[in-house]
Nanobody, 128 residues
Framework: VQVAESGGGLVETGGSLRLSCEASGFIVEGYSVAWFRQASGTEREGVGCITLHDSRTYLIDAVKGRFPVSRDNTKNAVALQMNSLKPEDTGVYYC??????????????????????WGRGTQVTVSS
């Protein structure tokens, strides 16, 4: 099982980036995929989660309305569309996968340790 992120970069405040998490080696329908981020000197935090069999999504309040999560069926991938970016969105973004759905109270009920498969991360930098 492998997941890999792509699409990070440098963008100005208010700009957009689209991250992609491509998955291989597992049966997609039984899994959920989450996005986490980690800013320098801080703990890793969950950003959003998608349960693949029904495409139900969950987002933290800080990114609701700005970062929709979706499936890209043509690529067996999950996308994180980041709009209206702010300097506080800067960090390394990781995607992670596990068997089972996102917690209905996500991020409560899920943590980084619940996810078995991780990408290497992609840097997102938002300049002010």
């Amino acid at each position: 099982v492998q997941v890999a992120e792509s699409g990070g970069g440098l963008v100005e405040t208010g700009g957009s980036l689209r991250l992609s998490c491509e998955a291989s080696g597992f049966i997609v329908e039984g899994y959920s995929v989450a996005w986490f981020r980690q800013a320098s000197g801080t703990e890793r935090e969950g950003v959003g989660c998608i349960t693949l069999h029904d495409s139900r999504t969950y987002l933290i309040d800080a990114v609701k309305g700005r970062f929709p999560v979706s499936r890209d069926n043509t690529k067996n991938a999950v996308a994180l569309q980041m709009n209206s970016l702010k300097p506080e969105d800067t960090g390394v973004y990781y995607c992670a996968a596990r068997f089972g759905p996102c917690s209905f109270t996500w991020p409560i009920g899920d943590s980084a340790t619940d996810y078995n498969y991780w990408g290497r991360g992609t840097q997102v930098t938002v300049s002010s």
